[in-house]
């Protein structure tokens, strides 16, 4: 779909062969800059974005689709550039349970991302050459902040709804605090209110492995002719593990042996599991930036609602008018229930409009990005009933 025209004095939509890959793409931050939560202002900055379905002529069938720490704005369809499915294709598309027949789907890359939106590896125009470093440290809500314009933007002036997985579930309840009335569901899954200190360590493993790579160049290996590949494979790989259960690794891998019928005495692949894992970390080196890897997890270690509000989560939602799904699964240890509960508990105490369900699933974190039947029922389930609710509020208005 061909974006809406833009409704501000933002630069138009881009439709270059240089962005023909990123999809949309529109300048920011012309008007008046954005205010960062570091104190760094940044104005006249890309963000790129994909579209799906129509945007009705109320603009009133808008969901924002926000992507995790490794997504990028492609949802659903065929990948421009790895040529794959879309990391939600089981999800969003005509008569799937986000159905592009009835909604507007908007999801754009992050910022601090690395497919068009501003970031470490674009130019900045006072040195003319890659941020590296010198790029600003973002926040979740800084990339709240930022999707924001861009609904702006697009004349946008309230979701129907707000979504996504694990960072996604973030942004999603980031929504829902700083931008209330803009937002009449949320649904945060596989996620969290903040940060615990097993999570902010993976992620100081993954970041040590980049900066220990020589090619890393104290960040400034894009000016180098270089790049960090080793460090950010192995980043990769760790937080890969992450993302499963024990129970799906076993039933994927178990101690089964790699193209060979005995051990090698050696440190080649010998497991399958090893196997998996370098394959993991090599291809992901090919579509990824190593300092907006460092960025993004910053941002997600960072990120903790109920330290801005007091230290009470409930504060950060006190009289919402926000509809809240809050969705978990079971095999997730990365952000397990425990803590999606947590967020409920704090929905409740404030007398919010919240629903729960907890998915049984075996597959660990990546469970949302995965075919669970009961998990898509819940989904459309909720969609199906808010929706119902917000024709009803809009006939009232």
């Keep these: 779909m ?44 890309p963000v790129a974005y994909q579209t799906y379905g129509e945007l009705n002529a109320d603009k009133t069938n808008a969901i924002l689709v926000c992507h995790a720490l490794t997504g990028d704005q492609f949802v659903a369809g065929k990948h421009p550039i790895s040529g794959k499915e879309g990391w939600w294709d089981l999800m969003v598309g005509p008569g799937k349970t986000i159905d592009t027949n009835k909604y507007f789907v908007i999801c754009p890359n992050i910022l601090g991302g690395c497919l068009g939106t501003l970031g470490p590896k674009e130019i900045n125009p006072e040195t003319e050459k890659p941020w590296g470093l010198g790029f600003p440290v973002i926040t979740i809500t800084d990339m709240v902040r930022c999707q924001a314009l861009l609904l702006d933007h697009l004349g946008i ?93 076993h039933r994927k891998f178990g101690r089964r042996l790699q193209d060979r019928e005995a051990l090698t005495y050696g440190f080649d692949a010998d497991f399958q599991v090893e196997s998996y894992l370098r394959h993991q970390g090599i291809t992901f080196v090919d579509r990824f930036d190593a300092n907006s890897y460092l960025y993004i997890t910053r941002a997600m270690d960072y990120f903790d609602l109920a330290e801005r509000h007091g230290g009470i989560l409930a504060n950060a939602f006190k009289g919402t008018d926000v509809r809240f799904c809050i969705i978990s699964f079971t095999g997730d240890w990365l952000y397990p229930t425990e803590e999606n509960r947590r967020i409920v508990h704090a929905l409740n105490s404030v007398a919010a409009n919240v629903s729960f369900a907890e998915v049984e699933s075996d597959k660990g974190h990546d469970a949302f990005l995965l075919d669970e039947p009961e998990f898509h029922k819940v989904l459309k389930g909720f969609l199906d009933g808010a929706a119902k609710n917000y024709e009803e509020t809009l006939g009232k208005a």
């Excluded at 694990?166 to 899954?189: C, D, H, N, T, Y």
């Excluded at 080793?230 to 593990?241: E, F, N, P, S, T």
């Design 2 to 45: 061909t974006a809406p025209k833009s409704h501000t004095k933002d630069q138009p939509d881009e439709a270059t062969a240089a962005n023909a890959l990123l999809g949309h793409c529109v300048r920011l931050g012309v008007k008046a800059p954005l205010s960062l939560d570091c104190g760094v202002e940044i104005s006249d900055f």
């Design 157 to 249: 002036k309230k979701l129907f709804a707000v979504t996504g997985g694990s960072m996604g579930g973030m942004q999603a309840l980031e929504w829902a605090s700083l931008f209330p009335k803009r937002v009449f569901a949320a649904i945060p899954i596989a996620s969290a209110a903040h940060h615990t200190a097993q999570n902010i360590a993976f992620h100081e493993v993954g970041r040590q492995a980049i900066m220990a790579d020589l090619e890393w160049c104290g960040g400034d290996y894009l000016n180098q002719g270089k790049n960090p590949t080793k460090g950010l494979a192995v980043a990769r790989m760790a937080a890969h593990i992450t993302y499963l259960s024990e129970q799906a690794l």
